[in-house]
């Protein structure tokens, strides 16, 4: 198994910056990506970025140029860096590791932007 625990989440006012942290613990091993999702108040959860375990990384497209995924492997962590945030910006941001078979979730971290 693998968990996760995020931080990083608050409130900011727009244009403003934010740092998301995901700490692995667990069998981190069979990890081969890791990613980061949001659920937006009244609308289902998407895809945000992602990491593969070589490095390569995929974005959305509305957050393409503004944010910005990383991982430290030495620490088991992957960053998502927000800059330049909106108010559509606003949700509970979650962590997730793939394995094979099964992919893990973190329990969410809150990200409101508003002036």
């Known amino acids: 198994q693998v968990q996760l625990v995020e931080s990083g989440g608050g409130l900011v006012q727009p244009g403003g910056s934010l740092r998301l942290s995901c700490a692995a613990s667990?069998?981190?091993?069979?990890?081969?990506?890791m990613g980061w999702y949001r659920r937006a108040p009244g609308k289902q959860r998407e895809l945000v970025a992602t990491?593969?375990?070589?490095?390569?990384?995929n974005y959305a497209g509305s957050v393409k140029g503004r944010f910005t995924i990383s991982r430290d492997n030495a620490k088991n962590t992957v960053y998502l860096q927000m800059n330049s945030l909106k108010p559509e910006d606003t949700a509970v941001y979650y962590c997730?590791?793939?394995?094979?078979?099964?992919?893990?979730w973190g329990q969410g971290t809150q990200v409101t932007v508003s002036s």
């Open positions: 990491i593969t375990s070589g490095g390569s990384t």
């Open positions: 667990g069998n981190i091993f069979s990890i081969y990506a």
């Open positions: 997730k590791a793939d394995t094979t078979p099964l992919g893990y």
